[in-house]
């Protein structure tokens, strides 16, 4: 799909993710929305959003342990996790339509099918239909019907790779809350050195250093992020993990602007 990128902005960056009960960062979603608007004005590209679950998916997902794998799961757990994520995405689309961006929800739960965790159907028609009539779809990880675990976590960074292979889309920007990869989680180790850029050649040195995120995830923190990235086989691949939490940084990320850190695959995944 010509001139579309893909923009994932996580959890820890649109939500209070280590609150205790669900409770969206108003601030950092005004912020990102007036970029995106900003962006609008100077660009006919097409765009999709995807996000994180932050506080209104994860402590739920825990809780009834949606993402094990087996299907013996509470039905009520699956319905108050979607219903939490319905709440997040309401409140972040009416953000947004304050600032004259067209952002449209689309429940993550009604388009995608798993087994065993991974895609294996979707409904494309509304994404697309929201694209050709010039509307941001908005989707977000979420608990999804799975074909051999009942219910299972779909994470934004699988919906996001899916969708960029499916519709040929080779650029993405990954909005989080530190700024693009280190050696070592900058929010404990103050020694974490930056990584300027992750590329065919050093993707597997990158990796092991990678370890889990500071916050609570059922969805695998940085690690999880880039092996998502570069499992997928669409190539080449481009994308940017920048920090979403500074003032205009989506609109330069949005732009190509230097952001955060660079990754480029041109390879096919190992």
């Not at 609008?40 to 825990?62: E, N, Q, T, Y």
């Not at 099918?113 to 050709?132: C, F, N, Y």
């Not at 960074?157 to 650029?171: C, R, S, Y």
């Not at 370890?211 to 998502?228: C, F, L, N, P, Q």
Request: aromatic share 8%; proline share 6%; charged share 20%.
């Amino acid at each position: 799909m010509p001139r579309s990128k893909i923009l994932k902005i996580g959890g820890s960056v649109i939500t209070r993710k280590d609150a205790k009960t669900p409770t969206l960062n108003r601030k950092h979603v005004r912020q990102i929305a007036r970029d995106v608007a900003r962006w609008l004005k100077k660009s006919d590209g097409r765009l999709i959003v995807v996000s994180g679950a932050g506080s209104f998916g994860h402590p739920l997902a825990r809780a009834y342990q949606l993402n094990a794998p087996h299907a013996q799961k509470d039905a009520l757990g699956f319905v108050r996790t979607t219903a939490s994520m319905l709440n997040m995405a309401q409140q972040v689309a009416a953000i947004f339509h304050a600032q004259d961006v067209p952002l449209c929800p689309i429940a993550t739960s009604s388009v995608f099918t798993t087994a065993d965790g991974r895609i294996t159907a979707w409904h494309a028609t509304p994404i697309l239909h929201a694209l050709e009539t010039g509307l941001i779809p908005y989707l977000w990880g979420d608990a999804v019907f799975d074909l051999q675990h009942r219910y299972r976590i779909l994470s934004g960074d699988q919906v996001m790779t899916f969708l960029a292979l499916k519709l040929e889309i080779g650029e993405l920007l990954y909005g989080t809350d530190v700024d693009g990869v280190y050696t070592a989680d900058p929010h404990r180790d103050p020694q974490a050195a930056h990584v300027a850029e992750i590329n065919d050649a050093n993707y597997a040195q990158v990796r092991e250093l990678l370890g889990a995120s500071a916050h609570a995830d059922v969805t695998g923190g940085m690690r999880g992020k880039i092996e998502e990235l570069y499992r997928t086989p669409k190539r080449p691949l481009r994308a940017v993990i920048y920090d979403a939490t500074r003032p205009r940084n989506t609109y330069r990320a949005l732009r190509g602007k230097a952001v955060g850190t660079r990754l480029v695959f041109r390879a096919p995944p190992a």
